[in-house]
Structure formats: structure tokens, C-alpha cells
């Protein structure tokens, strides 16, 4: 089975996908962040680098991908495959980061693996608004992420709802504005009490 974690930068999907791997025992994917080599000059010249950063991530996504869909048990995945698409590139080619040709470019590639691609047996949404995932994002003090602008986390925050109204798959959504899951074992509880409802519905 395969569970991803959603949500914009800051909204707390590494957190919860850790966590949820220790409680339930499933295998946890984690997003390529801390060896991209395209992450700390995108963050410095978005423009200039955005093709780049998001055909790795595109690489390595798809990568992520094949290897669910071989691994027996339950995978949970921090960030999918269809976020970075509808939510990332769209949202940098709207700004201009992303030229048309390069965006073209992409989404033939994008289009080519969608052939063998499923969605996730369950995706879990972390809703969070702008103030708090910039609170989160200062606090964990990432030097790269310490000059994402407010226009840009807004636009991907809007691009996620838009996203995740039109999700065709089996979803929940946690508004994690006022949850503290990481510290609040009643908070964790209650997100899990969520998942089982939904993956027992799954099994009917």
C-alpha cells in the first residue's frame, strides 16, 4: 500500500510521515532535499535554476515511484509526484521562473511517465496557512528557505487547494494550523483515529 504526505513547505510532512512510520511500522520515503545539488542556487536565483531543481525532483520522484510500487507493505512518502507537477512547476511558470518551452519540455516528460503512475491508496493533506508555515519555516532555520518570499508561499499555498479540489483519489485532509502533533500525543492521536477510518474504508 502506498500513503503520501502532502502539504506546502513548512506544513510539517516530514514530521508526520517520520512519525507515522514508527507507529504503524511502515517504510518511509523521504523527499530528496538535503543532497539536491540544484536547492541552495534555486533558492538564490529562482529563474535561473527552476528547470533544473524540478526535472530532478521529477527524476527522483518518479524514481520514488518505481520503487513503491515493487516494495512489499505499506510505504508512507513525504511529498509526491503530482505535487511537484501541479503544484511547483505551475506555480513557477505562472510567476515567470519557468519559460514556456521548459514548462512544454516538462510536462512531455511529466505526461510520458503518467503511463505507469497510480495515484496513492490514501493522500493525506496537511492544510496550513501562510503565517504559520513562515513560523515554522523560520524555526527550523533551513539557510536556503530563509529567503522564500510571501508571494511565492502563497502561491503555492493557493495552487494546493485548487489541487486537492480536484484530487481524484482517496484523501484527507488535516488542518494542522492549530495542531501540534510533533509534541501533543492527543493531537497524533487524533490524526491517526483519522487514517484508520479512512483505511478501513479502503477494506470494505
Do not use: C
Request: proline content about 3%; hydrophobic content about 35%; overall charge negative.
Amino acid at each position: 500500500m502506498h500513503i503520501g504526505v502532502a502539504g506546502n513547505i513548512g506544513s510539517g510532512k516530514t514530521t508526520l510521515t517520520r512519525m507515522l512510520a514508527e507507529h504503524y511500522g511502515w517504510i518511509p520515503k523521504y523527499e530528496a532535499v538535503s543532497y539536491n545539488p540544484y536547492l541552495e542556487d534555486y533558492y538564490k536565483d529562482i529563474p535561473r535554476w527552476s528547470y533544473n531543481l524540478e526535472t530532478y525532483f521529477l527524476a527522483q520522484r518518479f524514481k520514488d515511484v518505481l520503487e513503491i510500487a515493487a516494495t512489499e507493505g505499506t510505504v508512507i512518502q513525504d511529498r509526491t509526484l503530482f505535487e511537484g507537477v501541479h503544484i511547483f512547476v505551475a506555480n513557477n511558470h505562472d510567476l515567470g521562473n519557468l519559460s514556456d518551452r521548459d514548462y512544454e519540455t516538462y510536462m512531455q516528460l511529466y505526461s510520458l511517465m503518467m503511463s505507469t503512475v497510480k495515484y496513492p491508496d490514501l493522500l493525506i493533506y496537511l492544510r496550513s496557512d501562510v503565517p504559520h508555515l513562515v513560523s515554522k519555516i523560520q524555526k527550523r532555520g533551513r539557510d536556503y528557505e530563509q529567503s522564500i518570499n510571501l508571494e511565492y508561499l502563497t502561491g503555492l499555498n493557493r495552487r494546493y487547494e485548487e489541487w486537492i479540489a480536484e484530487y481524484p483519489g482517496k484523501l484527507l485532509i488535516i488542518d494542522a494550523d492549530n495542531l501540534d502533533f510533533k509534541n501533543n500525543p492527543e493531537d497524533f492521536a487524533g490524526i491517526t483515529d483519522k487514517i484508520e477510518a479512512e483505511l478501513f474504508g479502503l477494506f470494505k
